[in-house]
């Protein structure tokens, strides 16, 4: 199973909103809606911001979201803000119990 | 507040065994619908997902890492552990201990991570 593929960085200026894409095959992403993104700053563990493609778990800002179309998964960041400045990664399931990350983005705020 | 804390040596020797314990707080580690996971992450890189493993004992590991994983749990000391046999190099990353609600990748809860270098 290969990882999943996000663009290395992404940026935007405050205020502004951001899209991250994830592409993987049709045997992960466009098989199952169980795509997952976490943020993680440096020296932090990684916290989940989406789940199940499109929902936020308690505690997250409606300004993340997420979708899917085919086999490529999407978060958007509206209204950015300098704590958004992280890096992200998205995950899917894979089937036969396996799950699959990509190599993440770097989000800069500008 | 679900809390969990990786424990281990810092430092593994190459040809040995990565050995790290996961303690849970907060939940019981028995409850249904959990998965407890293995994720560690080479410095400067990204995610990669070892494994996990249901209270019953079910266990489920990365293909790519298989043949060298073993993941086992003891609800009485509400702990799982991982073991890592035949480390190199490679091997060296920072190890998370997570919470898969449901078991198709919602890993809600993550420990704060251990460092472990493999290095004679």
């Known amino acids: 199973q290969s990882a999943l593929t996000q663009p290395p960085s992404a940026s935007g200026s405050p205020g502004q909103s951001v899209t991250i894409s994830c592409t993987g095959t049709s045997s992960d992403i466009g098989a199952y809606n169980y795509v997952s993104w976490y943020q993680q700053h440096p020296g932090k563990a990684p916290q989940l911001m989406i789940y199940e493609v499109t929902r936020r778990p308690s505690g997250v800002p409606d300004r993340f979201s997420g979708s899917k179309s085919g086999n490529t998964a999407s978060l958007t960041v509206s209204g950015l803000q300098a704590e958004d400045e992280a890096d992200y990664y998205c995950?899917?399931?894979?089937?036969?119990?396996?799950?699959?990350f990509g190599g993440g983005t770097k989000l800069t705020v500008l | 507040q679900v809390q969990l804390q990786e424990s281990g040596p810092g430092l593994v020797k190459p040809s040995q065994t990565l050995s790290l314990i996961c303690t849970v707080s907060?939940?019981?580690?028995?409850?249904?619908?959990?998965?407890w996971s293995w994720i560690r992450q080479h410095p400067g890189k990204g995610l990669e997902w070892i494994g996990y493993i249901y209270y019953s004992g079910s266990t489920f590991y990365n293909p790519s890492l298989k043949s060298r994983v073993t993941i086992s749990i003891d609800t009485s000391k509400k702990q799982f552990s991982l073991n890592l046999n035949s480390v190199t190099a490679a091997d060296t990353a920072v190890y998370y201990c997570a919470r898969d609600s449901g078991g198709y990748d919602t890993l809600d809860y993550w420990g704060r991570g251990t460092l472990v270098t493999v290095s004679s």
């Open positions: 907060g939940d019981s580690i028995s409850s249904a619908g959990y998965y």
């Open positions: 995950s899917s399931y894979a089937g036969s119990d396996f799950l699959v």
